[in-house]
């Protein structure tokens, strides 16, 4: 029975998926469309802060450029770190290439005592 | 007794519920980008390489009246050539959901995703998952002017450096208004607060931070082909700092590790010029200038000894970028070049350098 209901479901969503398909390919409803997706595509990744390129516009200016199509909005400046904020800061190094610092003497407005290692081995 | 359904068939019965009386559409965005960095770390070593990216985006639509449900795939993938361990992986799976309140207007947007970032070798301690959940709602007043709010919450886990795993708890209103004499203002500020996750309870380490956001951009349109775009952008850090760790001779700071956004404070201004050559060639060139305070950073010397002040940056960068439509080879297709320069004026001599990037993508939107 659950093997039929299985099928059964599957069937439908080919077929809807076939008749779907086709419908695409002629462009119904395409303003509508171009509109929501516009959306979307703007709005569904405002949830992301460490992301892939061109996706969190707040931090590149241009978050509300008006582009006329479904294209993503490619900024002027090059997103180096793929964080998804095209700005130019620096991308990670690695603990071995990291610059060397030593807290000599308590800095004004540094973090006095002793910081808690945590568990940020090298390796 | 219980019986377990499996994933796969509670995956068609989702698909099926929302394919009910919908249209229904696969999407595909991919592009491909090359560039030469002279100074990849942006300090004053100035190491170059050559970088491969690719990103690719693949999506699914169920359409119907006034709402769209999409399920979606992005990956993305760079590649250093000499600093080949530097290369990186991203997945992101997501859904978002779109309903509209009136014909073609007033959406609001309910969304989740996950993230994966895979990294090599000596960059694993970068290896983090996200995920993330927001909602928003834009309501047009009239057709030309329109507010928005949302809220956004992400849980970001490094998963072999948990010091600084954290929760990111967003909220923002705009307002984009346009006038009659193409003069467009949009307006926005946002409250982000970033809480992490294991708490220390230390002096010297934060467990939270507040910072606030006020972003203005005026557009104007100058002639059918020509505009000029202007904004403005303040950050503040209201309460809370960020965090280090420390191994026995050495001290690293969140901010040299991740580029922490909530390290500085400061302002930012920028100027673009958009041109529209032809139908299907659009150029830009940009300027920006701007101040970043560093709010737990001190200054060092040359030998790595802390200074007694907190660093602080002046940065000038432009840009120019020229994208060519390539739509009667091939619907979607473009090709791009872009160029960087970037001055970095620091009070530690680490952070002052100069930076030039060229780049070349090639993308494909379906």
């Known amino acids: ?123 | 007794m219980r019986r377990k359904i499996s994933f796969p068939l509670l995956l068609v019965l989702l698909i099926s519920l929302f394919s009910f009386n919908s249209q229904a559409q696969f999407y595909l965005t991919a592009d491909v980008e090359g560039y030469y960095d002279d100074n990849i770390f942006n300090n004053y070593l100035n190491e170059s390489d050559f970088i491969n990216a690719f990103t690719g985006e693949l999506g699914y639509d169920f359409e119907s009246e006034q709402n769209n449900f999409e399920i979606y795939y992005t990956g993305f993938f760079n590649r250093y050539y000499e600093y080949n361990d530097k290369s990186t992986t991203i997945h992101k799976f997501g859904a978002v959901n779109t309903y509209l309140f009136s014909e073609n207007d007033n959406p609001l947007n309910v969304g989740l995703n996950y993230t994966v970032r895979i990294n090599k070798e000596d960059y694993y301690i970068y290896d983090f998952n996200q995920i993330s959940a927001y909602a928003n709602y834009m309501h047009s007043i009239s057709e030309s002017n329109k507010v928005q709010l949302g809220v956004i919450g992400n849980k970001i886990d490094y998963e072999n450096f948990s010091l600084f795993s954290h929760y990111q708890l967003k909220a923002f209103l705009r307002s984009v208004n346009n006038f009659e004499s193409r003069t467009s203002l949009t307006a926005a500020a946002e409250i982000d607060q970033k809480i992490y996750i294991e708490k220390m309870q230390s002096e010297g380490l934060s467990d939270e931070v507040l910072q606030a956001k006020l972003y203005l951009q005026l557009g104007q349109g100058i002639t059918d082909d020509l505009g000029l775009s202007a904004y403005a952008f303040f950050r503040n850090n209201l309460s809370g700092g960020n965090r280090y760790f420390n191994t026995v001779d050495y001290i690293y700071y969140e901010e040299e590790l991740f580029n922490d956004i909530y390290s500085n404070e400061g302002i930012e201004t920028g100027l673009t010029l958009s041109y529209l050559f032809l139908p299907n060639i659009m150029g830009k060139v940009s300027g920006r200038y701007e101040i970043r305070n560093y709010t737990d950073l001190p200054a060092a010397d040359e030998n790595g000894n802390e200074l007694d002040e907190m660093r602080q940056d002046n940065q000038y960068s432009a840009g120019a970028s020229l994208e060519f439509g390539l739509s009667e080879i091939i619907t979607g297709l473009y090709i791009a070049l872009n160029y960087n320069y970037i001055k970095n004026t620091s009070n530690d001599y680490y952070y002052d350098y100069n930076n030039q990037i060229y780049a070349i993508t090639l993308g494909f939107d379906f």
């Open chain 1, 1 to 123: 029975m659950k093997t039929l209901l299985t099928l059964l479901v599957f069937g439908y969503f080919s077929f809807a998926f076939a008749m779907e398909t086709q419908d695409s390919t002629q462009n119904q409803n395409r303003g509508q469309k171009q509109i929501k997706n516009q959306g979307q595509n703007l709005q569904k990744n405002q949830g992301d802060e460490n992301q892939i390129r061109d996706r969190n516009k707040i931090h590149s200016g241009d978050q509300f450029s008006g582009k006329n199509s479904n294209k993503r909005g490619k900024d002027v400046f090059i997103d180096k770190d793929g964080d998804g904020i095209a700005d130019t800061r620096a991308g990670g190094m690695s603990l071995n290439k990291i610059r060397k610092r030593t807290r000599s003497g308590q800095g004004s407005g540094g973090q006095g005592g002793n910081g808690s290692g945590g568990n940020g081995s090298g390796k």
